[in-house]
């Protein structure tokens, strides 16, 4: 198993940056393919970016292509997700999650571990 936190959220103004980090405890997070998640009020969780095990593949929503962009650092068993040129519509509580099976899988289905969260907000 692997337990996951994320930290590095807050409130910005739009047009600012973020990196948010997700660090992984218990078992490598070498093992894992990642993804970031994200939730706002009322709505869904969506797919945000997804990187595999070694990081050489990575896949991003079409709303955060060019402005996002995922890392992972396994030897710091952290991924990271930068957020620039952030938009009042990326506000939303953002969520690491890892998969042991499948790669830039945009479902949450298919994560079997979560991290509880961090709210990122963007003012206009």
């Known amino acids: 198993q692997v337990q996951l936190v994320e930290s590095g959220g807050g409130l910005v103004q739009a047009g600012d940056s973020l990196r948010l980090s997700c660090a992984a405890s218990?078992?490598?997070?070498?093992?894992?393919?990642m993804g970031w998640f994200r939730q706002a009020p009322g709505k869904e969780r969506e797919f945000v970016a997804a990187?595999?095990?070694?990081?050489?593949?990575?896949y991003y929503a079409d709303s955060v292509k060019r402005r996002f962009t995922i890392s992972r650092d396994n030897a710091k068993n952290t991924v990271y997700l930068q957020m620039n040129s952030l938009l009042p519509e990326d506000t939303a509580v953002y969520y690491c999650?890892?998969?042991?099976?499948?790669?830039?899988?945009?479902?949450?289905?298919?994560?079997?571990?979560w991290g509880q969260g961090t709210q990122v907000t963007v003012s206009s």
């Open positions: 999650a890892a998969s042991s099976r499948y790669n830039n899988a945009i479902s949450t289905a298919a994560y079997s571990y």
């Open positions: 218990g078992r490598a997070l070498e093992n894992y393919h």
């Open positions: 990187i595999s095990r070694g990081g050489s593949n990575k």
